[in-house]
């Protein structure tokens, strides 16, 4: 059974710093590893997919990573902002596991001015 | 605007009170699902479905029913909720996967409290 691990599951830092969020899952026949974005009272925002084929994504400040063999991809944000304060849930598609998605339990984010 | 839109957004009720969440996509995609969130625990999948009339059990199916006659709609029933289903429910579609590039989109939420 693919089980998902986020760490840390909260993280402060000041404005401006540049952060790496991790995301380690235990059965590395995935199709895709997804990352999205939870702010209160709101949805899931996609943030990055990366197919199992590919090494990482980027999207403006973002870049994610995967490492299938290690089963480990990470989130990396650079030069944080008070908008970026969220939740993060990293989320793991399997092959054969048809298009259902496995979550962490997430790593919430506090940037402070 | 693509989107996938859930009612209502919040729901207080009481045990044994059939209740039903709508989930709407305007999207034209075959793949639907519904997931839960509690604390500690991760999004959770209750019931997905790849196309009209063809749904199947996910993670967490007890107490949940689940319906597709329209491609655009997935409503989650709840026919006797108990306080143990209070959660905050998601909708998720996509398009049929046919490679790893399908991104999944979600709804906004529907928090429910059974008292």
């Known amino acids: 059974k693919q089980e998902v691990t986020q760490i840390p599951a909260a993280l402060s830092v000041p404005e401006g710093e540049n952060l790496v969020l991790n995301c380690s899952f235990t059965d590395s026949a995935i199709y895709n590893l997804q990352w999205f974005r939870q702010d209160p009272g709101k949805g899931l925002t996609s943030l990055l997919l990366?197919?199992?084929?590919?090494r990482e994504q980027t999207s403006g400040r973002l870049n994610a990573s995967l490492d299938k063999s290690s089963g480990r991809s990470t989130l990396y944000i650079a030069a944080s902002q008070p908008g970026d304060s969220a939740t993060y849930l990293c989320?793991?598609?399997?092959?054969?596991?048809?298009?259902?998605?496995?979550f962490g339990t997430g790593t919430q984010l506090k940037v402070e001015l | 605007e693509a989107q996938v839109t859930q009612n209502p957004r919040y729901l207080i009720t009481v045990t044994g009170k059939k209740l039903t969440v709508t989930c709407s996509q305007n999207?034209?995609?075959?793949?639907m699902s519904w997931y839960r969130q509690d604390p500690g625990l991760g999004l959770r999948q209750i019931y997905y479905s790849m196309n009209v009339e063809v749904t199947d059990k996910g993670d967490v199916p007890e107490g949940y029913k689940v319906s597709r006659k329209e491609k655009r709609n997935f409503p989650l029933i709840l026919e006797s909720p108990s306080p143990n289903q209070t959660s905050l429910y998601f909708c998720?579609?996509?398009?049929?996967?046919?490679?790893?590039?399908?991104?999944?989109?979600f709804g906004p939420g529907t928090r429910l409290l059974v008292l």
């Open positions: 998720a579609s996509s398009k049929q996967l046919t490679s790893g590039g399908i991104p999944q989109y």
């Open positions: 989320a793991v598609g399997l092959t054969g596991g048809g298009n259902k998605l496995t």
């Open positions: 999207m034209n995609h075959e793949y």
């Open positions: 990366i197919q199992s084929s590919q």
